[in-house]
C-alpha cells in the first residue's frame, strides 16, 4: 500500500488529529485542538511520533484511550427543547 494510502486511510480513522510522515521518514500526528489540564494530566499528547504507519495508528488508538467518552450533545446541559404552545392561549 503506498504512503499516500496508509497516510488517507488514518487520518479518517482519526478525524480530530493532522497526519503527515516528515522528510526523514518519520509519521507524526497533532491533534487539531488544545488539551484540558486534566487530558494532560491522564498522559494525553498534543504530537504522537512513530517509525512508520502501523506504530503511529498504536499511538493514536492509545491516545484515544485516555480521554472520557463524548459527554453527549454539544449543547450545554441547561438546553431544553421550548414546551408545545398552549392552544388555548
Known sequence: MSFDRHLAEIAREFPDWTIWRSDAGRWWATRHRLLTEEERDAGS????????????????????ELLPPAQGPSEPPEWREPPPADPET
Request: aromatic share 0%; hydrophobic share 35%.
Open 45 to 64: 499528547a498534543m504530537t504522537v511520533d512513530a517509525d512508520d504507519s502501523k506504530g503511529l495508528r498504536e499511538q493514536l488508538l492509545e491516545q484515544r
